[in-house]
């Protein structure tokens, strides 16, 4: 069963404007990480945040964690064309070994 | 640097043949993976290998079996085909775990007929 789930499903946006996706989460986690796939490639990482952080940045990229209510946020700010891809969140869990567990993602196209 | 190469990148399959994925790692990880990707259902796990000489069952294993056959190299083998085991496969590797982000190869397009 998915661990994580994305909200939107798909989001279409105009270049320049920002862009947010959601994800939640249903179990304790050790970490929780975003990737990028672009159509018909493998999935490329972005961005780790750790249970105990709430923000991190990374260039255009800023993610938030909130473990009391179990959700994270990808924002990417500045939206490029290039930047039309899937999103995934995924968990590692707090017990056992660190296997990831993957969401079901958001597409997002960014229109010139 | 190649990071994680995968082959075949496309494969058709008859029911009831058999096949292997072969996927490589060149960045001296610990921990290899082997996902499957379906339309609107994300990535699930087939199986796993923590370290050299471990292998463990994911979400999804049935059907499936893998070798680690060394530090390196890490495949999956299709025993015997089934339409439900049409999808794209992604081999990924880690240092150790989660604790740090996936390397993830470009996938296998794997149809079976």
């Given at each position: 069963s998915q661990q994580g789930e994305e909200d939107p499903q798909a989001l279409s946006i105009q270049e320049g404007e920002n862009a947010t996706m959601n994800c939640s989460y249903k179990t304790s986690i050790n970490n929780l990480q975003w990737y990028r796939q672009n159509s018909g490639r493998g999935l490329v990482h972005l961005i780790l945040i750790r249970s105990n952080e709430r923000e991190k940045h990374s260039g255009r990229l800023r993610v938030t964690l909130d473990t009391s209510k179990k959700s994270s946020s990808l924002l990417i700010t500045a939206?490029?064309?290039?930047?039309t891809a899937s999103y995934f969140c995924a968990t590692a869990m707090?017990?056992?070994?660190?296997k990831l567990v993957f969401g079901t993602g958001t597409r997002l196209l960014v229109s010139p | 640097n190649a990071g994680v190469t995968q082959t075949p990148k496309f494969q058709v399959l008859k029911t009831g043949q058999s096949m292997t994925l072969q996927c490589a790692q060149d960045?001296?990880?610990?921990s290899m993976y082997w996902y499957r990707q379906d339309p609107g259902m994300g990535l699930r796990l087939i199986y796993y290998s923590a370290s050299e000489g471990t292998t463990d069952k994911g979400e999804v294993p049935n059907g499936y079996n893998v070798s680690?056959?060394?530090?390196r190299e890490f495949s999956l083998r299709l025993e015997s085909a089934a339409p439900s085991q049409t999808s794209v496969y992604f081999c990924a590797s880690s240092e150790?775990?989660?604790?740090f982000g996936y390397t993830f190869g470009s996938g296998t397009r794997l149809t079976v007929v």
């Open positions: 939206s490029r064309a290039a930047d707090n017990t056992g070994f660190q | 960045m001296n990880h610990n680690r056959l060394n530090k150790t775990g989660g604790a």
